[in-house]
């Protein structure tokens, strides 16, 4: 199963670096049939694993609670609505590449693995290939070569594997604490790759120019520092901010060699800094108030929605730069709900395996705890399309670490497990993340 899942993860990335997705007919891709493949596999093991119960089952749930109602909302639309221009077989299809195949997504990786050895494994390969993309992409910007779809956009800012500037924003918004985390628990040859990654995927982040996964890496972290503060004490924090800050000079001085200064300036200080608040969000609040105009106009549409996909019926100019806004519009209160709980629930589960994990897993939970609070704030500026994938691979597999944490025989608490001792008031581990007392 390890050997699936580490070939889905590869062809999932090549589609998406190199545009290559080879398969005998539209949507029926070699990623698509791994991952129904794998689907079988699981389904069978379970069947003959009395033994097996649900873990951590609140992403499905949630998932399921979607799906559901996207399926009613579509079949309400094809009988009754008959919204025009609506195209019936586009948003079936729609709806299964995105809701159906993101929780897939999440279970085969979730319950494909089992011990924490096969999760890191298969968490390396991703964070690998994650890492590669992000070189490749800043190389491109460079002009040293060009590879696959990915390209600079029009107006200099970079792009990559997943989307445009924004959608690229917040999917290294994503990628960079995981990044970051691999180079602490790593030794030797390995931890300068990820060292040297980790600086370029900053560099990556600082050159999409998305304004929005700027102000998500900076609040994630101010929320992750306050959610995680019995790991963090006030020495080793000032520490890991000298870090942060030598970091950053680095990544500044690398960006500014690249020729990106003006550009920087002209979006973050010329349209950030005095401008007003149309011009501040690029005409995002005239999309947001136009959305809910149309939605007060039929106030049941509050708690209903329109229906699923229901959106591109309407005569907007643009899409909704929101990804909750979008949920809301389409599947009204249960959408925006369990839109928002989606990442809240994966949070909530770090935030308590952490304290029953071992000191070379912590810092891979925190780490997904951060970069998710990241995107999370991200789409409430952009929608995203492809990153969706790539984000529940990852969560599926940070989970199973954080279940076989709080699932262990006995666990026991870092503070309990490690007690202070007369010469030594708080017992650190070897990765520079410590528990309390």
Sequence with gaps: MRFLLIALVLFLTASAVFGFDPGPLPGVKIKNGLLYLIVLGLMLRLTLDRNFRVQLPGVPILFGTMIGYALLTYVAIVLVIDYPRYDTLQAGFILKNTLVDQMLFFLVFFYGLRSNDDAMTVLKVLLTAWALSHIVAVLDATGVFHVGDIEQRSDGRVQGAVGESNQYGAFVALSLPAIIAMATITRGTWRLFWMGASVITAAALVMTVSRGAFVASIFAVMLSVWLFRRFMPARKLAFWAVCALAGAVIVGVVVMSLGFGDLIYQRVVNQGVGADMTETSSGRTEIWLTVLEVMFSTPLTLLTGFGWEAYPTFPFRWVTHN????????????????????????????????????PDIRPVLISFAIGTIALATAVFFVNLYS??????????????LAANALESPAPVPAAVAAPATRRTERVRDPHGWTAAS
């Design 323 to 358: 990804h909750y806004l979008q949920q809301f519009f389409n599947l009204g209160l249960i959408g925006l709900i369990c839109s928002a709980l989606l990442f809240i629930v994966p949070v909530r589960a770090m935030n308590a395996a952490a304290t029953y994990a071992r």
């Design 387 to 400: 990153p969706w994938l790539f984000y529940w691979s990852y969560a599926g597999i940070v989970m199973r």
